[in-house]
């Protein structure tokens, strides 16, 4: 399994950007997919998290409202749409296959294999 983040870039407060995640392997369609940052000297935390089918999708508070996770199985793939982006929004960003489900999808634990990231940055 192999995930691939891009859609990174530098935007204005305010401005828009969509992240993708390309993912290969035959167990997409039947995974839930996962959202992370890291911001320079801070943890990894959670993002946004979508179901296998698009049905269930929960957000971190920060971000609640502003961005928007969604997938397309036909294309392997997942997609954060952020709007609205604020200076505190800038880190790298990361895809991720969640494979364990113990009812924390926001635990990094959750998850195996991750994206390379891709980094946004947002001027004030």
């Known amino acids: 399994v192999q995930l691939q983040a891009s859609g990174g870039g530098l935007v204005q407060a305010g401005g828009s950007l969509r992240l993708s995640c390309a993912a290969s392997g035959r167990t997409f369609s039947s995974v839930g997919m996962g959202w992370f940052r890291q911001a320079p000297g801070k943890e990894r935390e959670f993002v946004a998290y979508i179901s296998w089918s698009g049905g269930s999708t929960y957000y971190a508070d920060s971000v609640k409202g502003r961005f928007t996770i969604s997938r397309d199985n036909a294309k392997n793939s997942v997609y954060l749409q952020m709007n609205s982006l604020k200076p505190e929004d800038t880190a790298v960003y990361y895809c991720?296959?969640?494979?364990?489900?113990?009812?924390?999808?926001?635990?990094?634990?959750?998850?195996?294999?991750w994206g390379q990231g891709t980094l946004v940055t947002v001027s004030s």
């Open positions: 991720a296959r969640r494979i364990y489900y113990s009812g924390s999808y926001y635990l990094r634990e959750e998850y195996d294999y």
